[in-house]
């Protein structure tokens, strides 16, 4: 499944050319606009600044438009997102897209893990690992009807980031685009830590490669849409949710840090930032 998910990625998106760029660079006042989920909103961070979609103040893109100065820095990132949330509004949140507009010179997104379930994903394997805690149930019951239900969701998300691209381009023609990547939630050497963090031991691994396969299908619809990639999964290992308190940049399902569940805290969106930053640092490019 993952083959043919690569190979829907490279088909997804029509050829353009790019238009001429604004720089980005740090010794010019950018008109910075952040799109995403809760994994950029911030749920839980202090301060909160929107209630309605669990925004921070510390959230990344906040770090990022600090850090790069920006003359003019809209988040519109919303806790619950998908890529509906692009073009229709959501509760006060107005149409994430309408931030967006011809003099906009940085664009970040981080969008696709609500589209592929992160929620109903999690809340299922937990439930599941109770019955089968050394086995792998929640694959299992993803895998019932003979396919993988959840590579086949990544699979149908490639198409909906496609058209969030392919808009951003339209709205901001001269814009730096970003697609920022989902951080590491759980161990990359796939073993588990139940019950700390409540998934049967085989389903580690399972859940580790469906959130490496959205991350990929997010790198690969970034390249044909002349979009950058931020990778955050790679800076953020060891620190995912089964580490210690100290250690960890991802709070559990039971968060000992201000955060949502299976989400990042504050050394998480700052891990986030600087990827961000690291990647406009090196100057305009795909990868």
Not at 20 to 37: K, M, N
Not at 130 to 159: E, H, I
Not at 199 to 222: C, Q
Request: aromatic share 6%.
């Amino acid at each position: 499944m993952l083959g043919v998910a690569l190979g829907g990625c490279a088909l997804v998106a029509a050829s353009t050319t790019p238009a001429a760029a604004h720089s980005t660079g740090p010794g010019r006042a950018l008109d910075y606009v952040a799109l995403g989920d809760s994994y950029t909103s911030g749920p839980g961070i202090p301060a909160q600044v929107d209630a309605n979609c669990a925004r921070s103040d510390h959230n990344y893109p906040s770090l990022v438009a600090a850090q790069h100065k920006a003359a003019t820095f809209t988040d519109v990132s919303c806790a619950g997102a998908t890529t509906a949330e692009m073009w229709q509004a959501q509760g006060s949140n107005k149409p994430q897209l309408d931030a967006v507009g011809r003099d906009t010179d940085l664009v970040t997104v981080q969008i696709g893990g609500n589209d592929v379930g992160f929620g109903p994903i999690i809340a299922t394997c937990a439930r599941l690992a109770a019955q089968d805690p050394t086995g792998d149930p929640c694959k299992r019951s993803y895998d019932a009807d003979g396919y993988d239900q959840l590579a086949l969701a990544v699979l149908k998300t490639a198409p909906k980031v496609d058209k969030v691209l392919r808009a951003v381009h339209a709205r901001a023609p001269h814009a730096r685009v970003v697609v920022v990547g989902y951080p590491d939630l759980l161990p990359d050497d796939g073993t588990g830590c139940f019950p700390q963090v409540p998934f049967a031991k085989g389903d580690f691994p399972y859940l580790r490669d469906t959130e490496k396969r959205l991350n990929l299908m997010l790198r690969l619809v970034a390249a044909v849409n002349r979009a950058e990639y931020v990778d955050t999964y790679g800076p953020t290992v060891g620190h995912d949710m089964c580490k210690s308190p100290a250690d960890r940049w991802i709070e559990p399902l039971q968060p000992a840090a201000p955060a949502a569940p299976a989400h990042p805290n504050a050394k998480g969106e700052q891990a986030m930032a600087q990827a961000v930053l690291d990647r406009l640092g090196r100057g305009r490019g795909r990868y």
